[in-house]
């Protein structure tokens, strides 16, 4: 239960945190007897109420069932995993979606267990397939980036 | 007579030759999405809806491809089910308790079809139901007031966490979360920043779409990496490929009365398809007895289920449309989709906008044929794609998640907060909060906020106005009622166990 009770401990922590922050929510001036501040705050004292509830009784709803493990091989890849689509938030723009899409479409396929040719050709036509697809085909617009030269 | 007429219109906009296209594409992409393991008709609604936005669709056909992707998911979910015994969603669990039995003693084509065709007359029952009552509600509910839509929105959550599910403090917890999120931004009424903490980018709030996308589809990838698997061995779809006239009989009273129950799930707010079929497994269980042969492969444990879910899925359009409350996540979902078009689902949308509500509920009978016609020829297609690796699959579905995340409003900002929430919903998933509840609170959030703070405006500020009508009275009640079932559960089970020791 040690997950469960770290958690809630968190989620209670942050209902403090947030109430704290609500409290100075005032309106110069208000037309309505409601501030901005009162229903955020009658949330959050419902909310802690709640994670109160799982700090002390976090076996309430699953019993003594033993929680699932950390497995290292696990958490690495789920790391990795992050860390691609994070590289995909902060390339997106900078590099352009083509080249960030291909590396990060590598980067998966291969965390997912493609074998490198399959898994490097699919990046490509993922790559170039979808930004055609949305940027020239659905007009949503999408960052070229380091491939803007090739426009002119 | 004026629904009748009204309905014909709405087949007019169904049957137009743009929206029968989109229900068409709608359905296929639905079938496909809800039998790929993991993904359910959530994310294939959300990841649709950039796509209808870019494609520049008008609303009822934007919203007909969404309820057909939906229903079109509800018909997939249960391909790998039978053929795999992995329920593509937690509605389809209970599919594979006599679906895969069926499929292992060779009559994997007769549990396919015969789940087919319940998922048809499942379907059928519930749109006329939604004929029948919507209007009707939508009638009813345009007297309420913003006391009586406050009361009916906390009603919707207290049945959710008391009624939906066995984890009613995970429930509410995760539902308030969810009321949270949707207070973040500039507050309406008086202009405040509230929870930006000097952000630019949440000034607008949390967007919909960032959220639907972060919840369901990046915490969806980190869960297939822990079942990451190289396609998987299907049972063939082996024998015939048609049910005939005796087994469609035996279960057809099954599908009369899980398709009434199924609707009726479906139109509780929060209770939804899960329940539905757990619920219409068990009572067809209960009704038949000893003669019942039920998880070792009973055609009629097999279409209870199955008739329900998609009962359910029609019906929870009920609420979605008439009082603007979605009925299950998908609907919320759809709801979101709605807003974005600066439409207000509710009573006067049937007044304001007969196209969009009338083209909707006839494209659900068009979609339900399509389904039919469509699932029993191309089985063995849809078979096929049950092989598709994770490898091919989860970088397509990240990448077009991220550029719907992009594409709201051009800024990577979204692209890390989807991230953001992503991880904190793999959190919730891994520790057992329910994800819709939560979609559920940021839905109704603001509807909620903004209906209190309207009623005690209009009674400068007396609570007394949250119970001065009989219909926020009866709300009360039910509200009660629906808080003390789980207490009232828990004693129960108290009770039952030192009677079973002794």
Not at chain 2, 43 to 59: E, R, T
Not at chain 2, 243 to 260: D, H, P
Not at chain 2, 420 to 446: E, N, Q, T, W
Request: charged fraction near 10%; aromatic fraction near 10%; hydrophobic fraction near 55%.
């Amino acid at each position: 239960m040690l997950y469960h009770r770290l958690f809630a401990a968190c989620l209670l922590l942050a209902c403090v945190g947030l109430g704290l922050t609500a409290w100075g929510y005032h309106a110069p001036y208000s037309y309505e007897p409601v501030g901005p501040r009162a229903y955020p705050l009658m949330l959050l004292i419902l909310l802690g109420a709640g994670a109160l509830l799982l700090v002390f009784k976090p076996g309430l709803e699953t019993g003594d069932e033993p929680e699932p493990r950390i497995v290292p091989t696990m958490l690495r890849k789920t790391l990795i995993c992050l860390a691609l689509l994070l590289a995909l938030a902060a390339l997106f723009e900078r590099v352009g979606f083509i080249v960030t899409a291909t590396l990060f479409g590598l980067g998966m396929a291969r965390l997912f267990g493609g074998r490198w040719l399959p898994s490097a050709i699919l990046a490509v036509v993922l790559g170039i397939g979808l930004y055609f697809l949305f940027d020239r085909i659905l007009d949503v617009p999408l960052p070229m980036g380091v491939l803007a030269v090739l426009e002119n | 007579m004026d629904t009748l007429q009204y309905l014909g219109q709405g087949f007019g906009v169904a049957l137009s030759p743009n929206n029968l296209i989109t229900a068409l594409a709608g359905t296929t992409i639905g079938t496909i999405v809800g039998l790929l393991p993991g993904l359910g008709p959530i994310n294939g609604v959300a990841l649709l809806i950039p796509v209808a936005f870019a494609l520049g669709l008008p609303p009822e056909t934007a919203l007909i491809l969404l309820a057909a992707v939906y229903l079109g998911c509800e018909y997939g979910g249960r391909i790998s089910s039978i053929l795999l015994n992995i329920p593509g969603e937690a509605s389809a669990v209970m599919t594979t308790l006599d679906g895969y039995p069926l499929a292992r003693q060779g009559k994997g084509g007769i549990a396919l079809s015969i789940s087919a065709w319940s998922s048809f007359i499942g379907g059928m029952i519930a749109t006329v139901g939604v004929v029948l009552f919507a209007p009707l509600l939508a009638g009813w509910a345009v007297s309420f007031g913003p006391a009586e839509y406050f009361m009916l929105m906390v009603f919707a959550i207290v049945c959710l966490a008391g009624m939906a599910g066995d984890k009613p403090v995970k429930t509410a917890v995760a539902v308030l979360i969810g009321l949270m999120l949707s207070c973040v931004g500039i507050d309406a009424n008086s202009g405040v920043y509230r929870f930006t903490f000097g952000t630019l980018g949440l000034s607008d709030g949390i967007q919909f779409v960032v959220l639907v996308l972060g919840l369901f589809s990046i915490s969806e990838i980190l869960m297939l990496l822990e079942r990451t698997h190289h396609g998987q061995t299907a049972v063939k779809a082996s024998g015939r490929m048609l049910f005939n006239l005796k087994e469609g009989t035996s279960v057809f009273a099954t599908n009369i009365r899980s398709g009434l129950l199924g609707f009726i799930f479906g139109i509780l707010p929060g209770a939804g398809a899960t329940l539905a079929s757990a619920v219409a497994y068990m009572s067809e269980k209960r009704i038949a007895g000893a003669s019942g042969r039920f998880g070792e492969g009973d055609l009629r444990g097999l279409a209870a289920p199955e008739t329900a879910n998609s009962a359910s899925a029609c019906g929870s359009m009920v609420p979605m449309l008439t009082l603007g409350i979605p009925g299950s996540g998908t609907t919320a979902v759809m709801l979101g989709a709605l807003t974005l078009y600066n439409i207000t689902p509710g009573p006067l949308l049937f007044q304001n906008q007969p196209e969009i509500v009338w083209g909707l509920i006839a494209s659900l009978f068009v979609a339900n044929v399509i389904l039919i016609i469509m699932n029993i020829p191309m089985i063995n297609l849809f078979t096929r794609i049950l092989s598709v690796p994770n490898w091919t699959l989860v970088p397509a579905i990240a990448i077009i998640t991220s550029i719907g995340v992009y594409a709201v409003h051009a800024t990577t900002f979204d692209l890390f907060l989807m991230i953001a929430i992503g991880v904190f919903g793999y959190i919730l998933r891994k520790l057992d909060f329910p994800l819709s509840a939560l979609l559920l609170g940021f839905i109704l959030g603001g509807m909620m906020e903004s209906n209190l703070r309207r009623a005690l405006s209009i009674s400068d500020g007396n609570l007394g106005i949250l119970w001065s009508s009989p219909i926020t009275l009866g709300l009360w009640v039910v509200v009660a009622f629906m808080v003390a079932l789980p207490f009232w559960r828990a004693y129960r089970a108290r009770r039952a166990v030192p009677l079973t020791d002794a």
